[in-house]
C-alpha cells in the first residue's frame, strides 16, 4: 500500500506543472477517508488530469491484513490523453494502460 501511495505522490511530483499547466485549476476534488474500512477519492484538473482510487482494508485483525488498492488516472502529453489503471494488493503495483509494454 504505501509503494503505491508513494508511486502516486512521485507520479504527481515528476509531472509537475510546466507552460500553460502551471495555471491549470481544480475543477472536482471528493475524498472520503472512512478510517479503518478503506478511502476513496477523485479529483479532476482544468488541463485534463484526473485521478481515482479506492482502498479496503482485507482480513481486518489477522496477520494477513492488507490495504488493497484500485483506481486510474488519466493525463494529456502532446495531444495523446494516456490512461491507467491499477491495482496494488499483495502481488505489488500492477498498472495497466494501452502504452505500458505487456
Not at 485534463?48 to 491484513?65: H, M, P, S, V, Y
Amino acid at each position: 500500500m504505501k509503494l503505491a501511495l508513494l508511486f502516486s505522490l512521485i507520479s504527481v511530483i515528476v509531472a509537475a506543472p510546466q507552460g500553460a499547466d502551471k495555471d491549470a485549476t481544480v475543477l472536482k476534488y471528493n475524498s472520503d477517508n472512512s478510517g479503518i474500512d478503506g478511502y476513496n477519492f477523485d479529483f479532476e484538473t482544468s488541463n485534463g488530469i484526473a485521478q481515482q482510487e479506492e482502498g479496503k482494508l482485507t482480513n481486518q485483525g489477522t496477520e494477513n491484513e492488507l490495504m488493497k488498492v484500485s483506481g486510474s488516472y488519466t493525463f494529456t502529453w502532446e495531444g495523446i490523453t494516456y490512461k491507467v489503471t491499477y491495482t496494488a494488493d499483495e502481488n505489488g503495483f500492477q498498472p495497466v494502460g494501452d502504452h505500458i509494454p505487456k
